[in-house]
């Protein structure tokens, strides 16, 4: 094994009791080993998405454990797999700088995270264009719900629920049962 590899592979034992499993398996262990030269530790992410993630969530936690590794300033940079596509504008992250180790200890989640990947809880995945998740209801003409929605307030009837009471002298209801209805 080369010493980058080795370099890598420390790294991932070292952060792996601060995170969850599924956190380590999704993110941290699908990580592979490119190049180590000159303090730059390359790593491939298996598509961009996870790329991404990587950069935003743990690429300064995984450049300080391999700077205190390594016992000098490493620069990690991750970059997505031929034919995973990649983030633009994301610079290297460098080592160190912080006073505090990510491998004694401290937990390297992001803020406000479990780990799991899309859950946009935390709002960090916007509603598709055209859905009317994390908004009010489409509206129709003249402000009114559009096709297929009820009125606000109004949920309509409960299948399966008890029968209402019928109004003396109404009409028997079209679900079979008579009312008081004059037959």
């Keep these: 094994m080369q010493q980058g590899e080795q370099l890598w592979h420390r790294v991932q034992q070292a952060l792996q009791p601060n995170l969850s499993k599924p956190t380590f398996e999704t993110w941290i262990r699908p990580a592979r080993f490119l190049a180590y030269a000159d303090g730059q530790l390359r790593l491939e992410a298996p598509n961009a998405f996870t790329c991404g993630w990587l950069r935003k969530n743990y690429q300064s936690q995984i450049a300080a454990g391999a700077s ?7 620069v990690v940079e991750v970059v997505a797999a031929a034919g995973g596509g990649s983030e633009p504008g ?3 992250v460098a080592g160190g700088g912080t006073g505090r180790s990510p491998l004694r200890g401290s937990s390297t989640r ?11 809880a935390d709002g960090a995945f916007p509603a598709r264009e055209g859905s009317s998740q994390g908004g009010p209801p489409p509206m129709g003409p003249g402000g009114r719900p559009g096709p297929g929605l009820n009125p606000p307030g109004n949920i309509g009837p409960v299948v399966g629920g008890p029968k209402p009471p019928q109004a003396p002298g109404a009409a028997p209801d079209a679900r079979g049962g008579g009312g008081s209805g004059g037959r």
């Design 68 to 74: 205190e590794i390594a016992g000098r300033s490493v």
């Design 110 to 120: 992001p803020e406000g995270s479990d780990g799991a990947a899309g859950s946009g």
């Design 90 to 92: 994301l610079p290297p």
